[in-house]
């Protein structure tokens, strides 16, 4: 079973900066795509930034220049720098991992999510 603990959310004011940090752990072989994503208040899970295994990066248009994500493939850990945060930016944030683990001599294939940090901006 793999486990995706989070870490670093909190209450900040607007224009200030949060790292959120999601670290995996469990029988697996390798994990491809890492991501986080949010749900605000009355909102739908959205996207907010994916990473490859090979460092390859993507954003929500809403967060470019103001979020960072990165990953340590020796801790199987994700992170994700906030800087310049605004109030629409509070919700709870979710890490997701793409994994590959091995199932009676076959390779299988799950995404799991974290538990959840609540990220709460004051104007």
Do not use: H
Request: aromatic share 8%; proline share 2%.
């Amino acid at each position: 079973q793999v486990q995706l603990v989070e870490s670093g959310g909190g209450l900040v004011q607007a224009g200030g900066s949060l790292r959120l940090s999601c670290a995996a752990s469990g029988k697996m072989i390798r994990i491809n795509d890492m991501g986080w994503y949010r749900q605000g208040p009355g909102k739908q899970r959205e996207l907010v930034a994916v990473i490859s295994s090979g460092g390859s990066t993507n954003y929500a248009d809403s967060v470019k220049g103001r979020f960072t994500i990165s990953r340590d493939n020796a801790k199987n850990t994700v992170y994700l720098q906030m800087n310049s945060l605004k109030p629409e930016d509070t919700a709870v944030y979710y890490c997701l991992a793409d994994v590959r683990f091995i199932v009676s001599w076959n390779i299988s294939q799950n995404n799991y999510w974290g538990q959840g940090t609540q990220v709460t901006v004051s104007s």
